[in-house]
């Protein structure tokens, strides 16, 4: 009688059967088929369980009784019985974990204090797979760039009428809720989500990126062009009425410092960001400073540094431009403030190793 027949109990499944003599090497292996076919039995309602049950029975008769008329293959039967394993449980993993739906769609489980622009994932039981669960991160972050891209003062409710950037959100969104149920729900699949989800924020970001960044440079453009202007005007004022205050005149190039900063400052930003990704619309800035704020935070570095300058600290000197020059000469001024804004990323480092150089010496002395 064969080792692998049919199961007494269930004729579509086959089951080990061993006699107590059996060597230890076929008790291992069956122990081995075992660990497959028994956890396998209870996926009859998946689409792949009948294929993996019969490459199973196969692998088993291969392992056990042989094949057309050829001795036992343990060896053979365990690289087959490898390949199956790997593929029940990936066919575990397409079992979905989470309900995905929108806020209203079921008002009797909605918690009144949800925000009605989010997406509910609400875990069904069971473990959750490791793909599954970076697969429900990913949609969560591009979920909260959509938040964040689509601010909107008021809260629509049923009845009124949405503004363009509400309806806007919305198609994203359900799209967005779309690709979660694929990788999250029923028969998932997080890859395929994955990709119809980078398909999603690359249209997004072709779609409201140039919106975005042109909004950005627009504001950071008006705040500079304030400060800028202000500045310029102090530094006329005060040059051309040099006895209203000896100490303003001998400084008044500093003026030009900031007024160039403010101009370097707004060129920085499209000189280091001529391209955005999709983690970009959400934060522009990785420092997330306001634009008002970084031109003041880049202006009173660039005025500290061109105090070192006078001090004689540090002296610069690239071809024909020095910094020995700065009070001396308005264009100097002005192109030392706009060099610096232009680099005001690198400003917070240099003045800070400055500092701490400084410190370190006087740290000698005392």
């Not at 707004?266 to 400073?289: I, K, N, Q, Y």
């Amino acid at each position: 009688m064969p080792i692998v027949q049919p199961s007494s109990d269930n004729m579509d499944v086959f089951e080990i059967v061993l006699d107590a003599a059996a060597k230890p090497e076929q008790t291992a292996l069956k122990d081995r088929f075992d660990a497959v076919r028994l956890p396998l039995i209870s996926k009859r309602d998946q689409a792949e369980y009948k294929t993996l049950l019969e490459r199973l029975q196969i692998a088993a008769r291969l392992g056990f009784d042989g094949v057309s008329g050829n001795p036992p293959q343990p060896d053979v039967a365990l690289v087959s019985l490898g390949a199956i394993k790997a593929d029940y449980e990936r066919l575990g993993n397409l079992v979905g974990k989470f309900q995905v739906r929108l806020p209203g769609e079921d008002p009797a489980r909605d918690d009144s204090k949800s925000d009605q622009r989010d997406i509910i994932f609400e875990k069904i039981s069971g473990p959750v797979p490791a793909d599954q669960l970076r697969f429900k991160a990913e949609v969560e972050d591009t979920l909260t760039t959509l938040q964040v891209i689509f601010q909107e003062k008021k809260i629509w409710k049923i009845g009124q009428s949405k503004t363009p950037h509400q309806r806007q959100f919305e198609e994203y969104r359900g799209k967005l809720r779309s690709l979660a149920q694929v990788g999250l729900a029923g028969d998932a699949d997080p890859d395929a989500g994955r990709q119809a989800l980078k398909t999603l924020q690359s249209e997004i970001l072709r779609r409201e990126g140039p919106r975005i960044k042109n909004a950005y440079m627009k504001v950071l453009g008006i705040w500079a062009l304030a400060f800028g202007v202000l500045t310029a005007i102090a530094y006329l004022v005060v040059r051309n009425n040099s006895s209203f205050s000896l100490l303003l005149s001998s400084f008044r190039n500093m003026f030009l410092v900031w007024t160039g900063t403010m101009i370097g400052t707004w060129l920085s930003f499209g000189l280091r960001r001529p391209t955005l990704a999709f983690d970009d619309l959400g934060a522009l800035e990785s420092d997330m400073v306001e634009p008002a704020v970084r031109l003041v935070f880049t202006g009173l570095i660039a005025i500290t540094i061109a105090l070192i300058f006078n001090s004689s600290m540090v002296n610069v000197s690239v071809g024909g431009l020095s910094s020995a020059n700065l009070f001396a000469h308005g264009s100097t001024a002005l192109l030392i403030g706009i060099l610096l804004g232009v680099s005001e990323q690198a400003l917070p480092g240099t003045l800070t190793r400055r500092a701490a150089q400084f410190v370190s010496e006087v740290g000698g002395k005392i």
